[in-house]
């Protein structure tokens, strides 16, 4: 097969075929290369040994991209050696674009592109060739894989993707300073040409920056731009490819440079002396007036501290920077007054916060001002001796009780009288008043101190010659304790008692609670009500320290006779005068489980766990004896099944089948009956199947203790016995038809010490005490009843 190019579109396409042609490359110019393998044979015929042809193996075409002619753009040909021109082979082109893009001619084998094609999208095509005998339709050549590559030309211009940019470079920069480095990219083959050869120049942003024309890198290109004379620049940078040759296609972006700002710039007081009047009413803390320093810098290299240095000024004042504005704000650090000084001077500096070293060289950087303030005469509001007042007065009180009492004077000259009065506009019910000239405080109620402790009111003051200038001072009045209230039991749940409490025990401790504030600590005293009988079930014992303990009388509480309890308790109180209250407590009855320390009834144990209702409870105890109850029956199920004998239906052959009871020794006669070893002439009338499990003997009446026998049977011949069992076990036609091992032991007789159980004693009362098992909880609750006091069972 040979490949025609012609025809070329471009003096690079022309060199290519004439090298292809010169040199008959095989990847291009691919040929039909006769086979040599042949081997001669006896009758001199000559056997061919078929491989494949290199000649129909191809590597790819060429065809320029952005073709825009009138006819189809001419790729290459296709031709087989098979071809004698006589039209009888038939070329197929099939794969990528076959058919679409790629013609072929099915006679000459030519083929061709009928559409402009473009490399950035797709750079080769892979295509299939065959060669097929047009009569029979069979293959002359194989199918052959070859590339149409798609030859670049330069259709597109250099593109910046990120554009247009944004950079920043610090003031007062060094030449030389990288700012940014762009990028531009080309989508035409860089392996091809210098179709994606850039190079970078700029257009726009001389002689204040530069760029480097290979990598794009722009720097500073001018020294000591300073920002306070111009912060923003505009530079435009081109990117031509083609290596920057006439011809190139080219493109351009923006970067806005701005400069930042550094610290080269001292601040400065605009002017530097500055009168501020104050008035003497002016308020300490509150800011009385404001400085500014001006600084050309931003951000924080134009930050500011304020400071007073002379000692005049600063034990009256203080000054702050303020962080939004730069302003040095003047506070008052003292009350001032116009009749003791009138004049103050104060020396303010202005320093930056954030120094940059390596602009030292122009100066310190920092400003000082003269600030003179004068103080005015106002007239004053009343001044009160102290800032707040503390007072108190025992609750209960009747109305009209002195307090305390507040003062306040007019700090003018003039000295003017002072009249006082509660500020009306605090929410509640007014419980006191104050005597408009003296200032003494009196109630107007009686107080209750377990109603609330403390009070808060204000009391104001103002001058008599000039009402409207009023002060303010805050009052609290601390409400003292009487014994008015007596004391009561802690709890009003009810007192748990179990059914197992025994005399002695401590049912419950109880404390109690005052209302009352006693200093020294609250002390409480218990007693049983006087007036009323001894009470039989429970008693009372005071413990000395505040609390006392319920102690049960008797035992054997039981829920089902009576559930509930009731006790009085009297209660004293250590107060003066000495006040009681008595308390009934509720005792329930019922039965106990232990939670380490804590006794709760088994049925509010289980609910308040659970939270379920009775009926929900009903309702999973059901469900749970219904599974207990078909787990049972599948056991005895199982139990029941009998094994077969057979373990296979299809393994007849000779086995072994063992059983394996040991029973439960000497004395069990249930599993396993051994009188027949003990005496051979029973065996006659005792012939058990071995393969099917002895029927358990049923008794009546009460169970039998069984004993070793005392006696010694009659000596057995156990050798004649087994050798009779083989010849019936030989003779018998029940088992089944293979061999099958029968195993016999004997034991001996019984031991003649005879039986050691406990249950062949006598039985004899025991004069132990049991009582201790009411301790040991719920579990052994049964047990204590069946060996407790003998009375009681009497009694029940």
Partial sequence: MRISTTSCLCPFLVCLCFIQRCSGASHHVPTKVPSKNQTKLANGETEVHHRPKRGWIWNQFFVLEEHMGPDAQYVGKLHSNSDKGDGSVRYILSGEGAGTIFIIDEVTGDIHATKSLDRERKTHYVLHAQALDRNTEEALEPKSEFII??????????????????????EMSEVGTSVLQVTATDADDPTYGNSARIVYSILQGQPYFSVDPKTGIIRTALANMDREAREHYTVVIQAKD???????????????ITLTDVNDNPPKFPQKNYQLYVPESAQVGKPVGKIKANDENLGVNADIRYSIINSEGANMFSISADRDTREGIISLKKPLNFERKKTYTLNIEGVNTHVDPRFSYLGSF??????????????EAP??????????????????????????????SRNSHVRYFLDRKEEGINYFRVDEYSGVIYTTLPLDREDMPWHNITVMASEVDNPSLLS???????????????PEIATDEEVIVCESSRPGQVIQT??????????????????????????????????????????ARRRRFNHLTQELYELPIVVWDGGEPSLSGTSTLTLRVCPCQRHGRIRMCQGEAFLSSAGLSTGALIAILLCIVILLAIVVLFITLRRSKKEPLIISEEDIRENVVTYDDEGGGEED????????????????????????????????????????????????????????????????????PYDSLQTYAYEGQGSPTGSISPLDSPGTHSEQDFNYLDNWGPQFQKLAELYGDPESDVTT
Wanted: hydrophobic share 35%; glycine share 6%; with cysteine.
């Fill in 669 to 736: 006669t249930e599993a396993f009956d051994i009188i027949a070893l003990r005496n051979p002439a029973a065996a006659e009338e005792l012939k058990f199947r071995r393969d099917i499990r002895p029927e358990g003997r049923k008794h009546c009446g009460p169970p039998r203790i069984h004993r070793s026998p005392s006696v010694e049977l009659d000596e057995v011949d156990v050798h004649q016995f087994i050798k009779q069992k083989l010849v019936e076990a030989d003779m018998d036609t029940s088992v089944p």
């Fill in 472 to 486: 303010h001072v805050p009052v609290t009045v601390q409400v003292l304790d009487v014994n008015d209230n007596p």
């Fill in 366 to 379: 920092k400003d000082t001002a003269t600030l003179k303030i004068t103080v005015g005469d106002v007239d």
């Fill in 510 to 551: 109880v404390t109690a609670v005052d209302k009352d504030d006693f200093a020294n600590g609250q002390r409480f005293s218990f007693a049983s009500p006087s007036q009323l009988p001894v009470n039989p079930n429970f008693t009372l014992k005071d413990n000395e320290d505040s609390t006392a303990s319920i102690i």
């Fill in 149 to 170: 590559k798609v030859q670049d030309i330069n259709d597109n211009a250099p593109k910046f993707p990120d554009g247009p940019f944004v950079a920043s470079v610090p």
């Fill in 242 to 256: 083609m290596a920057g040759q006439v011809g190139g296609l080219s493109g351009s972006t923006t970067i806005n």
């Fill in 383 to 412: 001044v009160f001796s102290m800032d707040y007042y503390i007072m108190d007065v025992y609750e209960n009180s009747p109305s009209g009780t002195e307090v305390g009492a507040v003062t306040a004077r007019d700090p003018d």
